[in-house]
């Protein structure tokens, strides 16, 4: 299947700073992208999905100015957790919709995921 | 919106038995049921999908069945090897054009070699 990359794999970091999640589609071009939360122990939580070159739509409850994301070419979508706290230690997933396959209907390809641990 | 209902949240069976987890929905609109399986510190891998114009569909030790009256849908694992054991979620996604999947929370397996 398609490869869904992201980076880093695992990042800490101190309260209060920035981090940067890159999501990159290695083989397709991902026109939407999605990025969940993962908590230890629990599913998956939709936090925002993204689309290239227009604004991020955000769930109910997830603060779209503590993360920012930015879908700025069609094989790479950034999330950025501004002002870290520990509460925002989390495992981020993306994953990418493959327009191309499953008939036209799209199927989503994930990443490996990053873990994010705030100091 | 859509909720998706996952049993059992753990499953420990002797290798070579079968393993069942059942998943029920809430929105009659959701046409695309994917499982993934995901294993300690990874993402989710797409192990088997179903749509909803189809029953059953199978591929070697791993079959899903869907409901669409009773809104459930079953992933089925025969012959369980120890390599089957991981974290197993059900997800089901709407025929509209946002493309969004609402995951189950999940049922960690265990084979018992």
């Known amino acids: 299947g398609a490869v869904v990359s992201q980076h880093p794999s695992w990042v800490i970091c101190k309260s209060g700073t920035s981090v940067k999640i890159e999501c990159r589609s290695l083989d397709f071009q991902a026109t939407t992208m999605f990025w969940y939360r993962q908590f230890p122990k629990q599913s998956l939580m939709l936090m925002a999905t993204s689309n290239e070159g227009s604004k991020a739509t955000y769930e109910q409850g997830v603060e779209k100015d503590k993360f920012l994301i930015n879908h700025a070419s069609l094989t790479l979508s950034t999330l950025t957790v501004t002002s870290a706290h520990p509460e925002d230690s989390s495992f981020y997933i993306c994953s990418a919709r493959d327009p191309t396959q499953a008939g036209g209907t799209g199927e989503l390809f994930f990443g490996e995921g990053s873990r994010l641990t705030v100091l | 919106g859509e909720n998706v209902e996952q049993h059992p949240s753990t499953l420990s069976v002797q290798e070579g038995d079968s393993a069942v987890i059942k998943c029920t929905y809430s929105d009659s609109a959701s046409n695309y049921f994917p499982w993934y399986k995901q294993e300690l510190g990874k993402g989710p891998q797409l192990i088997i999908d179903?749509?909803?114009?189809?029953g059953e569909k199978k591929d070697q030790r791993i079959a899903v069945t869907l409901n669409k009256t009773a809104k459930h849908f079953s992933l089925h694992i025969t012959e369980t090897q120890p390599e089957d054991s991981a974290v197993y979620f059900c997800a089901a996604r709407r025929a509209d054009s946002s493309y969004k999947l609402i995951f189950g929370s999940g049922t960690r397996l265990l084979v018992r070699p």
């Open positions: 179903i749509r909803s114009n189809v």
